[in-house]
């Protein structure tokens, strides 16, 4: 089974630039999360996509980050303008999303991230 | 979600059995415990989770106390490979909510 795929892996870029992360689920995952981790600290959640439709973004900062799941399937996160706090890694995941009867469905399989340093 | 409280480093030797403490001691009867792990530039690795009972998978075992306020992740036979940040998480979402990460347990394995 092909697991999560992020491109690019790594980008630099100058602060007030733009950027955009791409990433591929699990085929069959209904839900897709987006993830910033600072160095030193534990994964941070920014959005969470059920399907097509956001369910949590409660910790996304609205006025720089946006994100889309257009077709349910794949989901790009945007950055603009980038901030030099933004150097973090970026990771996705997806679950089964359906919580409860199947063991396997509280898995979250996480992508390798993309490294994005803003100088 | 509850919080959680674990070493901030713990060392094992290899061939042994790494026992990584966590306390939760403000869970609630519908809270899991998930264990994570992170090998240095990966993203994190779902390891076991459970609610009330011990759990054991082909990766670790996981030891819930019976008040369920704190647990123990443990890796029977410890390699080098298990080097990592390993994440205990308390959750009442099942695999569907989003995670909410410590700063985790860096595990060293000593040859």
């Known amino acids: 089974e092909a697991g999560v795929a992020q491109s690019p892996r790594y980008k630099i870029i100058e602060k007030r630039q733009s950027v955009a992360f791409w990433c591929n689920p699990i085929?069959?995952?209904?839900?897709l999360y987006w993830y910033q981790q600072i160095l030193g600290q534990g994964p941070k959640l920014l959005i969470q996509?059920?399907?097509?439709?956001?369910?949590?973004d409660s910790q996304l900062p609205k006025d720089r980050f946006s994100a889309e799941r257009l077709k349910g399937v794949d989901s790009t996160l945007k950055i603009q303008p980038a901030k030099l706090e933004d150097s973090a890694v970026y990771l996705c995941a997806s679950s089964l999303g359906t919580a409860g009867l199947i063991a396997s469905s509280y898995e979250q399989y996480f992508g390798p991230g993309t490294r994005l340093t803003v100088t | 979600d509850a919080k959680t409280t674990q070493p901030t480093s713990m060392d094992c030797a290899e061939g042994r059995a790494a026992n990584l403490p966590c306390n939760h001691s403000?869970?609630?009867?519908?809270?899991?415990v998930y264990w994570y792990r992170q090998i240095h530039s990966q993203g994190p690795q779902y390891i076991i989770h459970?609610?009330?009972n011990n759990e054991t998978n082909e990766m670790a075992s996981l030891i819930i106390t019976e008040d369920r306020k704190s647990s123990t992740l443990i890796l029977p036979h410890a390699t080098l490979r298990d080097t990592a940040v390993y994440y205990c998480?308390?959750?009442?979402?099942?695999?569907?909510?989003?995670?909410?990460f410590g700063k985790g347990t860096h595990l060293i394995i000593q040859p």
């Open positions: 996509f059920q399907n097509n439709g956001v369910v949590d």
């Open positions: 459970g609610l009330k």
């Open positions: 998480i308390v959750s009442s979402g099942g695999g569907a909510d989003g995670l909410t």
């Open positions: 085929s069959g995952h209904a839900t």
């Open positions: 403000t869970i609630s009867g519908n809270e899991y």
